[in-house]
T-cell receptor, first 114, second 111 residues
Framework: DGGITQSPKYLFRKEGQNVTLSCEQN?????MYWYRQDPGQGLRLIYY???????QKGDIAEGYSVSREKKESFPLTVTSAQKNPTAFYLC?????????????FGPGTRLTVT | RKEVEQDPGPFNVPEGATVAFNCTYS??????FFWYRQDCRKEPKLLMS???SGNEDGRFTAQLNRASQYISLLIRDSKLSDSATYLC????????????FGSGTRLLVRP
């Protein structure tokens, strides 16, 4: 059964700690994306990757880091430098990095930092 | 001006009603358009792509008006299960890989 998985579903951390969110896909998609969603707002792009071992900053990359060592995996680290890390984090993938290709989302991770 | 603008709603309609949402986009060079549906506290799910000629999928019809730079979504014979937030999505013209998501229009279908 193909799809995108994110874990954990809920994550709680203390301020000052780094935390890594997992994203795995078995759709054989080339491109993967990380978004953040805050209440009442649209999705904002954090990082994206078109191919293994390559990734680009999105619109709000400060305080985040990623890696793309395998086609299937695109983990996101929320560092202590991120000022307002509490949010709903969504991972997506698409066939390739073309705008005509739809993006498909994982179930998301709700991160709460106190 | 926002790159993608939607009326946040909520649109509160009775079951069986027809409801339409519009979404405006700022860059006339945009080429790809989508409607996604997002249920409360869930991930967005692709509802349909929007083609220049318009497209229909069951009770859902999407239209593109390039001259006025808006896309629309029409839902006929609304069901309770249609209650959700509908996100308008447009590609970012300065990059082939980015999509811009509107903040969404909330639909509530009442019995």
């Amino acid at each position: 059964d193909g799809g995108i998985t994110q874990s954990p579903k809920y994550l709680f951390r203390k301020e000052g700690q780094n935390v890594t969110l997992s994203c795995e896909q078995n759709l054989n998609h080339d491109a993967m994306y990380w978004y953040r969603q805050d209440p009442g707002q649209g999705l904002r792009l954090i990082y994206y990757s078109q191919i293994v071992n390559d990734f680009q900053k999105g619109d709000i990359a400060e305080g985040y880091s990623v890696s793309r060592e395998k086609k299937e995996s695109f983990p996101l680290t929320v560092t202590s430098a991120q000022k307002n890390p509490t949010a709903f984090y969504l991972c997506a993938s698409s066939m390739s990095g073309r705008p005509s290709y739809e993006q498909y989302f994982g179930p998301g991770t709700r991160l709460t930092v106190t | 001006r926002k790159e993608v603008e939607q009326d946040p709603g909520p649109f509160n309609v009775p079951e069986g009603a027809t409801v339409a949402f519009n979404c405006t986009y700022s860059n006339s060079a945009s080429q790809s358009f989508f409607w996604y549906r997002q249920d409360c506290r869930k991930e967005p799910k692709l509802l349909m792509s929007v083609y220049s000629s318009g497209n229909e999928d069951g009770r859902f019809t999407a239209q593109l008006n390039r001259a006025s730079q808006y896309i629309s979504l029409l839902i006929r014979d609304s069901k309770l299960s249609d209650s959700a937030t509908y996100l308008c999505v447009v590609n970012k013209v300065d990059s082939s890989y980015k999509l811009i998501f509107g903040s969404g229009t909330r639909l509530l279908v009442r019995p």
